[in-house]
């Protein structure tokens, strides 16, 4: 999945409070964890960061605020929150586990999946395919309570059974492993406790599958003499185990390393410096903006909302050089690492303290994090620093253009169309009064043909020409009475309610144009798109989202997108009627709204209700 580089990379940006609280609350419902872990796994200043992979599959990667990716989620109406290896060496039995020899893991970095011969050990019984696993490296000293760390996330391909019974093919679709191009965007730090993993100069994008061997099921390791052994067989004689690193041909050995960046590397002086100049540019473009109420900012957040957005966007090898504005062919695809992870504080605190120690804000150092309780804008290096263009400039600019491209969306048409009914009597006004019987009127042709026909006959009112004498016009009458209704409560109508109940006699057809689209024109009465705020699994509050489909909505592709404007849990199922509708969870009315606009849906054409503070 990460095998190759990440393209269309977009600018992280800070995850609110109320979003991580969310976030938080879904990894603690989906892997069963105490709040005090979810806080571990899930900490303050996450930021998220849109990304496309090699196979233009769009996702979602939730960062720490040094960096390190810790969940994404990946595919098209794909809502699982995946952990990476940098989550699960915090906690290790997070996921269910499947140990693999010290010759496999170089392949499975290299971007292979796990074959079915390269399985010694599970450690659940009751994991079942497409389940999330961590492969972790078997060795002679693992226990069914201790194993190394895990060096991979990946979906079961097979059942028990099949493992079992020692038969070919893939065990693990593997999603993400140690050193792939999402493991890059951290610290690229070892794991935890030794590993060794050969590498070689060879290449090959796709390791050679083995030939099959048996699996153990959970607690049945095989034995130790056995699982070391690189020449096992079974029954034929044929070698089933993955060979041995050393003994892999150059071509055979993918490589594990990448190739350096092409951004410049920066020293950690240089990567401080950056940080500092972050700080004085926050301070004097935003910062002197808020109001005393804003501060006190605990530390984490004061780092991922006002010095990491407020890096230089374009970055050179010197200071004075990212601080110029270059031409848009010298910027880079991807940011360089500028941290604090990477510079010469190494902790967050130690960072804060110089700031403190310099009066450029002044710091509260309390538990469970320090506070900033205010920041010095006439200090002389606020004042003498010359803005530059960072990335939250450069974020606001491609938020202001995409807003700028939505605006330009046309507006679809919708058109509300009649065709007379000859068994609801409709056929018969149109036919009598010289009109086609076959075509589709808009609303504007019945007013029309109404006009024409009382005209014609002179049926206006001479009391009150907005009244017709429906009564002296056998058709007429006809037409628009309903069934049962006596003829002297229709005797005299104004044209409006004539033209409401020829069309209701009418057959409803409707058609939607789109720019771009080809025009769709369908039998039936169109309804507007509901968004309706409702309760669902209790007090849970969801948004949800029907009747879109006519309107040249996709199911699928509108909950991707939902998910990223309202960052929450978004997913696509079957509707009650035909088609599919969309569930967000949380009230959400006014960003689907927005997001329905955008698409050129006519405003009148939504209908948002909130059925929980109706029910108030």
């Known amino acids: ?32 964890i105490s709040p005090e872990l979810g806080d571990l796994l899930v900490p303050n200043g996450l930021m998220s960061q849109k990304v496309v992979t090699y196979t233009n599959d769009r996702g979602v990667i939730y960062l720490s605020s040094e960096g390190d990716p810790l969940w994404f989620t990946i595919g098209n109406g794909a809502d699982d929150l995946i952990p990476t290896v940098y989550t699960l060496w915090k906690k290790y039995d997070l996921l269910p586990s499947i140990s693999t020899p010290a010759a496999v893991t170089p392949i499975l970095v290299g971007g292979a999946d796990l074959m079915i011969p390269g399985v010694v050990q599970v450690s659940s019984s009751i994991v079942s395919p497409q389940q999330l696993l961590s492969v972790v490296q078997h060795t002679a000293e693992s226990t069914s309570t201790s194993c190394g760390p895990p060096l991979a996330v990946g979906q079961l391909a097979v059942d028990l059974d099949t493992l079992k019974a020692s038969g070919k093919g893939k065990a693990v679709h593997v999603l993400h492993t140690w050193k792939d191009h999402l493991f890059d965007m951290g610290n690229k730090g070892d794991p935890p406790g030794e590993i060794e993993v050969k590498e070689d100069d060879g290449k090959d994008e796709d390791a050679p599958e083995s030939e099959p061997a048996g699996a153990d099921e959970r607690q049945e390791s095989v034995p130790d003499d056995v699982a070391n052994d690189p020449n096992r067989t079974n029954g034929g004689g044929a070698s089933n185990s993955v060979p041995p690193a050393e003994s892999l041909p150059p071509a055979s050995v993918p490589k594990t390393s990448t190739s350096a960046p092409s951004e410049p590397a920066f020293s950690k002086e240089e990567v401080s410096d950056i940080l500092h100049a972050a700080v004085l540019q926050a301070i004097k473009t935003t910062l002197t903006t808020l109001t005393f109420a804003s501060f006190p900012i605990p530390a984490s957040t004061f780092y991922s909302s006002y010095i990491l957005p407020f890096r230089p966007a374009f970055v050179r090898k010197s200071l004075s050089d990212a601080q110029s504005q270059p031409s848009s062919s010298e910027t880079s695809s991807s940011y360089p690492q500028i941290d604090i992870k990477h510079s010469s504080f190494k902790s967050l605190i130690a960072f804060f303290k110089f700031l403190d120690n310099r009066r450029i804000l002044s710091l509260k150092d309390v538990k469970p994090e320090p506070l900033v309780m205010s920041v010095l804008a006439t200090h002389p290096c606020v004042v003498a620093h010359q803005p530059y263009t960072s990335l939250r400039d450069v974020q606001i600019k491609e938020e202001k253009i995409e807003e700028e491209e939505r605006s330009k969306v046309r507006k679809m048409k919708v058109k509300e169309l009649w065709k007379p009914h000859a068994p609801s ?8 009064g010289g009109f086609n019987s076959e075509e589709l009127y808009t609303y504007s042709d019945l007013k029309s043909a109404v006009n024409k026909y009382v005209a014609a006959r002179q049926l206006t009112n001479a009391r009150d020409q ?50 771009g689209k080809d025009a769709v024109l369908k039998k039936g009465q169109l309804k507007p798109i509901s968004v309706a705020v409702k309760a669902r699994q209790g007090r849970k509050a969801n948004t949800l989202v029907t009747g ?21 849990s978004v997913s696509p199922r079957p509707g009650k009627a035909s088609g599919l509708e969309v569930l967000v969870q949380g009230r959400q009315i006014k960003k689907v709204t927005e997001f329905l606009l955008s698409r050129g849906v006519p405003k009148e054409w939504i209908v948002s209700v909130d059925k929980l503070t109706a029910k108030k």
């Open 425 to 432: 009597g409709s056929a018969k006004f149109f036919s009598e």
């Open 1 to 32: 999945m990460f095998k190759k580089p990440l393209s269309n990379i977009k600018t992280s940006a800070p995850l609110r409070s109320s979003d991580r609280r969310k976030l938080k609350q879904r990894v603690i419902q989906t892997y069963g």
């Open 466 to 515: 907005s009244y017709v004498n429906v009564g002296t016009d056998e058709v007429l009458l006809s037409t628009v009475r309903a069934k049962g209704e006596a003829p002297e409560s229709v005797e005299f109508l104004k044209r409006e309610d004539i033209i409401r109940r020829l069309s209701e006699k009418m057959q409803s057809w409707y058609e939607v144009q789109a720019e």
């Open 548 to 568: 879109f489909e006519p309107f040249f909505l996709e199911g699928g592709e509108m909950a991707d997108e939902l998910r990223r404007l309202c960052a929450t």
